[in-house]
């Protein structure tokens, strides 16, 4: 009897090898890019979560205010007065699609003896060749504020140098920078400014982005991943085929 005749082993997938190089490339970084949003989504939630509890916190003495280990969203009680000298005015802010700045102002506690920087709130800015206009309270005020925190990013000194005039125009702010430039004893903090008479329109969103937006980029990201992969099985497949019946269309 005659052996048997051996039938060719036919693959059932080939891709080709550049459709899988390019898969190797992108579906880890898709995939990481999903990853990350929803550990972002999840730092705000923590963070917003934070503020939710320190809000119910009784307000605290600035004095006290240094001996506590995470400041962030505690409430302070300051008591002195301003310095008109020295204000910062943060631009590229908008509130209801209008456009401003915020400004910010040294602010010396008497009962401590610190300096700390005090956001006093929004300013509309609709003609740049007009310098926005605001005042400053003179004597001794009794202040409600909340320590802010950046949920990130850096909070750096952008377009103000020293020897620049005042009030400055800047993009971010480094707080122990202005410390350092006028020589004085001061917190490495921003306190945002409660509503009432020394404030302008405050009202600021702990997040500009809430949870639930990144974790919608991250659908969409594991989204495009599925799409990546399935259409690199198609292609397999396909091209396999192709070759089992005479087809030949390697990639």
């Keep these: 009897m005659s052996a048997p005749a051996v039938r060719p082993r036919v693959s059932r997938f080939r891709p080709g090898l ?42 605290l003495e600035l004095r006290e205010l240094e001996a506590v ?24 802010r908008q509130r209801g699609g209008r456009v401003g700045v915020e400004l910010l102002q040294p602010f010396l506690d008497r009962p ?15 003609q740049r060749a007009t310098p926005p206009a605001f005042d400053t309270p003179h004597g001794e005020l009794q202040l409600l504020a909340t320590v802010y925190r950046p949920a990130g990013e850096a909070f750096l000194l952008g377009d103000g140098a020293p020897g620049e005039g005042w009030p400055r125009l800047v993009n971010a ?9 006028l020589g004085r004893d001061g917190l490495p903090v921003e306190l945002r400014l409660a509503p009432g008479p020394a404030s302008y329109v405050g009202g ?10 990144h974790l919608g980029y991250a659908v969409q990201w594991f989204a495009l991943a599925a799409t990546l992969l399935g259409l690199y099985l198609w292609l397999g497949v396909k091209q396999a085929r192709e070759r089992r019946y005479g087809f030949h269309t390697d990639v």
């Design 112 to 126: 401590s003896g610190r300096w700390v920087l005090v956001n006093r709130g929004w300013l509309p800015w609709p």
């Design 173 to 181: 702010v480094d707080v122990p920078a202005l410390w350092r430039e």
């Design 18 to 59: 550049l459709p899988t190089l390019v898969v190797l490339a992108l579906l880890p970084l898709l995939l990481g890019l999903g990853f990350w949003q929803l550990q972002r989504g999840e730092d705000k939630r923590v963070l917003l979560a934070a503020q939710a509890a320190r809000s119910q916190e009784p307000a």
């Design 204 to 213: 600021w969103p702990v997040v500009a982005v809430g949870p639930e937006k």
């Design 69 to 92: 280990d995470v400041p962030a969203f505690r409430r302070v009680r300051l008591v002195g007065e301003f310095d008109a000298e020295h204000s910062l005015l943060l631009d590229n």
